[in-house]
C-alpha cells in the first residue's frame, strides 16, 4: 500500500499547511526522541526513599487485591510459597519461569513442591516468575518476555506468584523503563501488572479472574539483590 | 468591602426583563448597597446567546456588536445571569477572532463584564449581605457561570450570611437542569429526564427552598417542580441576598 | 458499522422508556465511573498539571506527525514488525484480510478495538468466511446479542445482569440449562471458561492499540480482563489496528498519559495489564507470534488536523466525556447511532460519517460543558459541537421553523424600541392569562416546554417599563 503511504503523507502535510519538515528540523526532533526527556513525574513515590518506596510499593499492591508477603532473604522464599498455596488450598506444584534469576532461591528445602521450568501451558494452575522491576507509584509489577520469561506465565494460570528483590523495586515507570532501555535491545513485551485480573463489564461490580490470573502473590525479598542471567552474585 | 465608587450598567437578560423584572432589581439594590452608580441603558436587548449557540454566528455577532456599542464607557457590566455575562466574557471575544477591529472592543467590553454575586464577592469585596429569611434551602449551579465564570463558593458564602438561612448542598447541584436554551424545546424527553432528576436531587435534600443565579435554569425547575405538584419555593438568588423575597411570590407561585 | 446517528431523536426516546437500559445507567451515575474518577483524581494532586502535560504532547505530536509516523514505521520494522497503511476502512479491512488469508486464519480472537467496529471488521470476515471472536467479556455479550458498544470502555454497559444471563443462557445451549447465572461472578467464570479454548485455537489476535511509541515502534494496550494479552501472545500473528493519532514519540510521554488514562476512565490508579508490544517474537522466545503487523487507519484523522476539530484528534478514548454527560446518561450510547457516543462521539461521528448523516448529534447538548471540565487532554468539546452547529446553519440542515425563529429573534433584538414594545405586550399579556395561579398547565405554542412542565408566569411588566417609570419618579438615573 505504498500509494497509501504517501497519500496519507501528503494529507497531513496539506492540512498542517507545510511540506516535509526541514533536515534541522528533523535532526532536533530525532533528538528529542532520544533523549526521551521525562514529563511531569508525582512526587507520590519519587519523594521517598528507597525503604519508603517499598512500603509504598506494598500499600498499593495490596490495594488492587495482590497480596503480598514480605520475606527477609531467598533463603525464606519456598516456605512462603508453599505457604501461601497451602492456604489458598491449592495443590503444591507450579510452572516456573526458567529464568536464571530464581536459581539462588533454595527450592530444594521444600521437595515436595513440584516444580516445571518452562512456558505455561492451558493445565497449569499456578505460575511462579521473577520480576523485572516494581514500580512503587501504583504497586505495578513490571515483567519482561525472554528466553526464559515467557510471557504466558503471567496470564494463563489462575495464579500468579511475582518474585520481587528489594532492588528492583523504584519509584516510577520511567524509573524501570531506563533500567530497560541499559539491559539491550527491547523485549518483545513489557507488561505493566497491577493487581490481580478484573472486569466490571456487567453492573460495575468488579468481578476478579477475568482472563488472567485471578490471584496475584507477590513476594518481596527484603535483603533480595537481583540475580542477573548470565551472571551470579550474592 | 471596595469603597471606590463604580458606574455600572445592568445587563438585565431577556428573562429577567419578560418575567422577573425583581431580580433586576435586586440586583440594583445589591450593586448600590456596594457602592456602585447603576445605570440601565435602553437600547440593551439580548447577548445573543440564542443565536450563537444555534450556529447563526453572524446573527450572534451583529447582536454582539450592538451590545459592545450600547455598553461602552462603563466601568463595569454586570448581569444577574452567569450564561449572558459568560456569553459576552467568554464567547465575544471568540466570536470575533477573526475580526481585527471587533476582537479588541470585544475583549475590552469582556474584561469589564461581570455575573452578579461573582461581582459583589470579588470585585466589591462583598462578605456578607443585610439580609433575613427564614429558610431551609439549597442552590443549584447554573452550568455556564461555575464553568466559564467560576461561580461557585461566592454565592455560598453570600448566602451563608443571610439571618434564618440554613443552606443545604444539593447532591449533584454541578449537573445541568436540562434548560439549555433551544435544547429543552429540541429535545424534551432527554430534558424532561434531566430537570426530573434535578427535582429529585432538590426534594432528597428536604429544603423548603431552590436558589440559584441564572433564570432559565429557575423556570425550567420551577416548572418541573410545580408539575410534579411540589410547592418547593424557588427564588433567584438575587431577591433573597437583597432581602426582597417579601416584594414578589416564588416563581410561578400565584399571587 | 451502519448508522442510525440520524434518528437520534427517536433512539432516545427508545432508550429513556428502556427500565433495564435507566437501571443500568443508574448504576453508572450513582455510584460508578464518576464516583470513583473524583476518588482517584483526589488522590493525585499533580493531575490538574497532568492534563495540561497531555495536551502538549498530543499537541506537539500532531504538529509533527508525519514525521512520528515514519520515524514510528521505521522502528517497527527494525524490530521485525510490518506496517500497512489504511486511507479508507476499505484498505484496512482489505489488509487484514490479506494478512489472515495468508496465515490460513480460521478463527481471529480479538481485544477491544473502536477502530475495528469503525471499519465495521467483524462482518467483513465472517462474510469471507473466517470466524472473529471478541474476547473482552462486554465485546464478547454484545457480539453474542448482535448489538453495538454502547460505551467505549464498557461496551454491555447498557445491560443488567438478567439480561446478559438470558443472553448466555440462549448461546450457550451446551451447558446445564439451569444452572445459577444470577451473580456476575458466575457470568464471568462462565465466559471464562468458554473463552480460554478459543484463545488457545486462534490463528491471529487482533487488537486496538491505546497509544503507539514512535520511539521504539511499539503498541500500548490497556485491559484489565488480560484477554489483549493472550489474544496477542497466543496466536502465530498479531495484528495491531489502530488510527493515526494514537502516536506518541517515547515511552515517557506515553507513561505521562498512562497516568490519566486509567484514572480518566475507570477510577483505577493504573489497569490491571498495560502492556507494550514491539514485534514478534525473538529468538529463543518460548511463547509469542510469529508476526507483527499494524494496521495504521486514517479514515479522515489527517484532513482533521490544523482545522476547526483538531482538538479532537488529541483523544484518548477514556471516556469521561460519557459519563459525565447528563444527555449521555438519559439516553444511554446506542441513541448516538454509532460507534462513539456521548459529547466525542457527538463531535467525531459527524466527521467521520459526514453531518449530514449526523445531523442531530451537535445538537443534542446543553453545552454544560462538564465534559470538558473532566477531558484529560482538556478538549473543548462544547466549542467544537457549536462549530458542527455553524455548519449546520450553513448548510440550512436545521429544520426551517428554528431557522425562521431565530433570524425573527435576532432581527427583534438589533431593534431596541420593537423589542421593548413586544416584551411589555408579552410580558402584560402572560401575566393577565395566566391569572393567579401564576403559571401555565400549557400553552399551544410552547407545546415543548408545557408537555413536561408548567411555565411560570410572567410578573406582568417588563423590568425596561418599570425601570423607565422608576427613572421618570426621579428614583434612579
Given at each position: 500500500m505504498s500509494g497509501a503511504r504517501a497519500d496519507i503523507i501528503a494529507s497531513i502535510r496539506r492540512s498542517l499547511r507545510r511540506g516535509r519538515v526541514d533536515a534541522q528540523t528533523e535532526a532536533e526532533l530525532r533528538a528529542q526522541v532520544a533523549a526521551h526527556r521525562r514529563n511531569l513525574i508525582p512526587a507520590?513515590?519519587?519523594?521517598?526513599d528507597h525503604s519508603g518506596q517499598i512500603d509504598l510499593f506494598v500499600a498499593m499492591a495490596e490495594e488492587v487485591q495482590a497480596t503480598v508477603a514480605r520475606v527477609p532473604?531467598?533463603?525464606?522464599v519456598p516456605e512462603a510459597v508453599v505457604r501461601y498455596l497451602a492456604a489458598e488450598n491449592l495443590p503444591a506444584e507450579l510452572v516456573m519461569a526458567?529464568?536464571?534469576?530464581?536459581?539462588?532461591?533454595?527450592?530444594?528445602?521444600?521437595?515436595?513442591?513440584r516444580i516445571r521450568r518452562g512456558r505455561a501451558e492451558p493445565e497449569d494452575a499456578v505460575s511462579l516468575t521473577p520480576c523485572f522491576a516494581a514500580v512503587a507509584e501504583t504497586g505495578t509489577l513490571m515483567l519482561v518476555s525472554g528466553p526464559r520469561t515467557p510471557t504466558t506465565l503471567n496470564f494463563l494460570p489462575d495464579t500468579h506468584i511475582a518474585v520481587v528483590r528489594?532492588?528492583?523495586?523504584?519509584?516510577?515507570y520511567e524509573d524501570g523503563w531506563d533500567r530497560l532501555r541499559a539491559d539491550g535491545p527491547l523485549p518483545r513485551a513489557v507488561n505493566f501488572i497491577t493487581g490481580p485480573s478484573r472486569t466490571g463489564?456487567?453492573?460495575?461490580r468488579i468481578v476478579l479472574g477475568?482472563?488472567?490470573?485471578?490471584r496475584l502473590h507477590i513476594v518481596v525479598v527484603e535483603n533480595g539483590q537481583e540475580v542477573r542471567n548470565g551472571e551470579g552474585q550474592e | 468591602m471596595e469603597e471606590k465608587p463604580a458606574r455600572v450598567a445592568l445587563f438585565v437578560t431577556c428573562l429577567v426583563d419578560l418575567f422577573r423584572p425583581t431580580v433586576g432589581f435586586a440586583a440594583v439594590k445589591l450593586l448600590e448597597s456596594a457602592g456602585c452608580t447603576v445605570e440601565v441603558p435602553r437600547a440593551q436587548t439580548c447577548c445573543g446567546q440564542p443565536a450563537y449557540n444555534s450556529g447563526d454566528r453572524a446573527g450572534a455577532k451583529a447582536i454582539a456588536a450592538q451590545v459592545i456599542t450600547v455598553f461602552a464607557g462603563y466601568d463595569y457590566v454586570v448581569a444577574p445571569s452567569g450564561s449572558c455575562a459568560g456569553m459576552i466574557r467568554q464567547h465575544y471575544p471568540e466570536a470575533f477572532a477573526d475580526d481585527p477591529v471587533m476582537l479588541p472592543r470585544a475583549q475590552e467590553l469582556a474584561a469589564r463584564t461581570w455575573e452578579l454575586v461573582s461581582f459583589l464577592a470579588d470585585?466589591?469585596?462583598?462578605?456578607?449581605?443585610?439580609a433575613s429569611w427564614e429558610r431551609t434551602a439549597t442552590y443549584h449551579d447554573a452550568c455556564s457561570g461555575l464553568?466559564?465564570?467560576?461561580?461557585?463558593d461566592q454565592p455560598r458564602l453570600l448566602l451563608g450570611s443571610v439571618e434564618g438561612l440554613a443552606l443545604r448542598e444539593l447532591?449533584?447541584?454541578?449537573?445541568?437542569?436540562?434548560?439549555?436554551g433551544t435544547f429543552c424545546v429540541k429535545y424534551p424527553d432527554i430534558s424532561d429526564k434531566m430537570v426530573d432528576d434535578k427535582a429529585a436531587d432538590i426534594t432528597a435534600t428536604g429544603a423548603d427552598a431552590v436558589l440559584a443565579g441564572d433564570l432559565g435554569c429557575l423556570l425550567n425547575i420551577a416548572g418541573k417542580l410545580l408539575r410534579r405538584g411540589q410547592s418547593i419555593e424557588v427564588r433567584h438568588i438575587a431577591e433573597v441576598l437583597a432581602g426582597m423575597t417579601g416584594d414578589v411570590p416564588p416563581i410561578g407561585s400565584g399571587r | 458499522m451502519l448508522a442510525t446517528s440520524r434518528n437520534f431523536a427517536a433512539n432516545a426516546r427508545a432508550g429513556l422508556a428502556d427500565q433495564n437500559l435507566q437501571r443500568a445507567l443508574a448504576i453508572m451515575t450513582q455510584s460508578g465511573f464518576p464516583l470513583r474518577r473524583r476518588d482517584a483524581v483526589a488522590k493525585l494532586p499533580e493531575f490538574e498539571a497532568l492534563r495540561e502535560t497531555g495536551r502538549t504532547i498530543k499537541e506537539h505530536t500532531l504538529a509533527y506527525l508525519d514525521f512520528y509516523l515514519e520515524l514510528y514505521e521505521e522502528r517497527v520494522i527494525s524490530a521485525g514488525g510490518e506496517v500497512h497503511w489504511a486511507r479508507t476502512p476499505n484498505e484496512a479491512r482489505a489488509a487484514v484480510l490479506e494478512i489472515c488469508q495468508a496465515a490460513g486464519t480460521k478463527t481471529v480472537t480479538k481485544g477491544k478495538s473502536m477502530i475495528a467496529e469503525e471499519i465495521g471488521l467483524n462482518d467483513f470476515l465472517e462474510q469471507n468466511g473466517i470466524t472473529p471472536v471478541e474476547t473482552d467479556l462486554g465485546e464478547y455479550i454484545i457480539q453474542l446479542r448482535r448489538e453495538p458498544p454502547?460505551?467505549?470502555?464498557?461496551?454491555?454497559?447498557?445491560?443488567v445482569k438478567e439480561q446478559v444471563a438470558d443472553t448466555f443462557r440462549a448461546a450457550h445451549?451446551?451447558?446445564?440449562?439451569?444452572?445459577?447465572?444470577?451473580?456476575p461472578r458466575q457470568l464471568c467464570d462462565e465466559a471464562r471458561a468458554l473463552l480460554r479454548p478459543r484463545f488457545l485455537a486462534a490463528d491471529v489476535g487482533i487488537t486496538g492499540a491505546n497509544f503507539l511509541v514512535a520511539e521504539t515502534g511499539s503498541s500500548v494496550i490497556v485491559t484489565n480482563e488480560g484477554n489483549g494479552d493472550l489474544t496477542q501472545t497466543l496466536p502465530r500473528v498479531h495484528i495491531v489496528l489502530a488510527s493515526l493519532?494514537?502516536?506518541?514519540?517515547t515511552f515517557e510521554d506515553a507513561a505521562s498519559l498512562l497516568r490519566l488514562l486509567a484514572r480518566s476512565a475507570?477510577?483505577?490508579?493504573?489497569?490491571?495489564y498495560t502492556t507494550v508490544s514491539t514485534g514478534p517474537r525473538r529468538p529463543?522466545?518460548?511463547?509469542?507470534?510469529d508476526a507483527y503487523h499494524v494496521v495504521l487507519l486514517d479514515n479522515g484523522r489527517s484532513a482533521m488536523?490544523?482545522?476547526?476539530?483538531?482538538?479532537?484528534?488529541?483523544?484518548?478514548?477514556?471516556?469521561a466525556c460519557l459519563n459525565h454527560c447528563p444527555v449521555y446518561a438519559a439516553t444511554?450510547?446506542?441513541?448516538?447511532?454509532?460507534?462513539y457516543p456521548g459529547p466525542m462521539g457527538a463531535v467525531l461521528t459527524p466527521g467521520l460519517i459526514g453531518i449530514d448523516e449526523a445531523a442531530p448529534l451537535p445538537n443534542?447538548?446543553?453545552?454544560?460543558?462538564r465534559c470538558e471540565s473532566v477531558c484529560p487532554v482538556m478538549i473543548p468539546l462544547p466549542k467544537m459541537l457549536r462549530h458542527w452547529r455553524e455548519r449546520e446553519y450553513a448548510k440550512k440542515l436545521i429544520p426551517p421553523v428554528w431557522r425562521t425563529g431565530l433570524s425573527l429573534w435576532s432581527w427583534v433584538a438589533r431593534r431596541p424600541a420593537l423589542y421593548h414594545a413586544l416584551s411589555e405586550i408579552a410580558s402584560r399579556g402572560l401575566g393577565w392569562a395566566a391569572g393567579?395561579?401564576?403559571?401555565?398547565?400549557?400553552l399551544p405554542f410552547a407545546a415543548g416546554w408545557t408537555s413536561a412542565r408548567d411555565l411560570p408566569a410572567p410578573e406582568g411588566r417588563s423590568f425596561h417599563n418599570l425601570w423607565a417609570e422608576r427613572v421618570k419618579r426621579g428614583a434612579n438615573r
Open positions: 507520590r513515590a519519587a519523594a521517598l532473604s531467598v533463603e525464606a526458567p529464568d536464571l534469576g530464581l536459581d539462588d532461591v533454595p527450592w530444594e528445602t521444600r521437595p515436595l513442591l528489594a532492588d528492583q523495586v523504584v519509584a516510577t463489564d456487567i453492573e460495575q477475568a482472563h488472567g490470573p485471578r | 470585585v466589591r469585596g462583598m462578605q456578607a449581605v443585610a464553568r466559564e465564570l467560576g461561580v461557585r447532591p449533584g447541584a454541578e449537573t445541568c437542569c436540562g434548560f439549555g | 454502547s460505551h467505549l470502555i464498557a461496551p454491555a454497559m447498557h445491560l445451549r451446551e451447558l446445564e440449562p439451569n444452572r445459577p447465572l444470577a451473580e493519532e494514537k502516536l506518541v514519540p475507570t477510577g483505577q490508579e493504573f489497569s490491571s529463543g522466545d518460548l511463547d509469542g507470534p488536523l490544523g482545522g476547526e476539530f483538531h482538538d479532537m484528534l488529541r483523544c484518548i478514548r477514556c471516556a444511554g450510547g446506542h441513541a448516538y447511532g454509532w460507534v443534542a447538548s446543553t453545552l454544560c460543558g393567579r395561579r401564576g403559571r401555565f398547565r400549557n
